[in-house]
C-alpha cells in the first residue's frame, strides 16, 4: 500500500535560514508528488507538484526515486513561510492522494 | 480554480446525534473527495463521490456511518451518523483537477462532538 512520512512534526528556523522539509514515500506505481500548504486560519492549497518542476515562492522540491523522498527546499526562509506543509502522493490511477502527517514550519524573525 | 464552500463552519454536537455538511462548488466536477482531519493528524480519505453511483468509501470507513450524496456535478452532503466524541474532527470536501491531478480544497467543517 502506499504510504506518505514525514519524520518531522515540528522544523523551526530563523528568518534567513535554509530549510528543508523532509518527505519520504512507499508506492509499487509510479509516483506522483505534490506539497501542500495551510497557512494560519486559511484553507489547504497546493504549493507545488514534482511533474511541473516549478519553483514557487522560493521552494523546489525534486523527486528521488533512489532514495523515495520529494523533500521541500527554500534556501532563505522567511517569516510569511510559517505553516503547516503536508507532502501527498498520487495513487489509483490519478484519483487518490495520501497525505503525510504534515510539518509545522516556524520561522522566527 | 473553483471555489468551493462547505456549510456549517463549524458545530458542535451531542452524542448520538448525526450531522450533515454541505459542499457547494462553482462549477461542475466530476470527482469530489470528503476527507477527515482529527486533531493533531494528517488527513485520511473517507469516501469519493460520483455522481450518479454510490460513494467509494476507504478502508476503516463505512456508508452506514458517513452516508455521502452526490445529488449533481456541484453539490454533495457528507453526514457524520450517530456521533460519538471520536468524530470530533475536521471534515474537507475537495475536488479533482483532472488535468492535473491536483486537488481542491474546500475551507472544512469543524465538527466538536460532546
Known amino acids: 500500500a502506499q504510504r506518505v512520512t514525514q519524520p518531522e512534526k515540528l522544523l523551526s528556523v530563523f528568518k534567513g535560514a535554509p530549510v528543508e522539509l523532509k518527505c519520504n514515500y512507499s508506492?509499487?506505481?509510479?509516483?506522483?508528488l505534490f506539497w501542500y500548504v495551510q497557512y494560519s486560519r486559511q484553507r489547504l492549497q497546493l504549493l507545488l507538484r514534482?511533474?511541473s518542476r516549478e519553483s514557487i515562492k522560493g521552494f523546489t522540491a525534486d523527486l528521488n526515486k533512489g532514495e523515495t523522498s520529494f523533500h521541500l527546499k527554500k534556501p532563505f526562509a522567511q517569516e510569511e513561510d510559517s505553516a503547516m506543509y503536508y507532502c501527498?502522493?498520487?495513487?489509483?490511477?490519478?484519483?487518490?492522494?495520501?497525505f503525510g502527517g504534515g510539518t509545522r514550519l516556524m520561522v522566527k524573525p | 480554480s473553483a471555489v468551493i464552500s462547505q456549510k456549517p463552519s463549524r458545530d458542535i454536537c451531542q452524542r448520538g446525534t448525526s450531522l450533515t455538511i454541505q459542499c457547494q462548488v462553482d462549477s461542475q466536477v466530476t470527482m469530489m473527495f470528503w476527507y477527515r482531519q482529527q486533531p493533531g493528524q494528517s488527513l485520511t480519505l473517507i469516501a469519493t463521490?460520483?455522481?450518479?453511483?454510490?460513494?467509494?468509501?476507504e478502508s476503516g470507513f463505512v456508508i452506514d456511518k458517513f452516508p455521502i450524496s452526490r445529488p449533481n456535478l456541484t453539490f454533495s452532503t457528507l453526514t457524520v451518523s450517530n456521533m460519538s466524541p471520536e468524530d470530533s474532527s475536521i471534515y474537507l470536501c475537495a475536488l479533482d483537477n483532472s488535468l492535473n491531478n491536483e486537488q481542491f480544497f474546500g475551507p472544512g467543517t469543524r465538527l466538536t462532538v460532546l
Open positions: 514534482h511533474i
Open positions: 463521490a460520483n455522481q450518479g453511483s454510490e460513494a467509494t468509501y
Open positions: 501527498a502522493l498520487n495513487y489509483n490511477a490519478g484519483n487518490m492522494l495520501t
Open positions: 508506492y509499487s506505481g509510479s509516483p506522483e
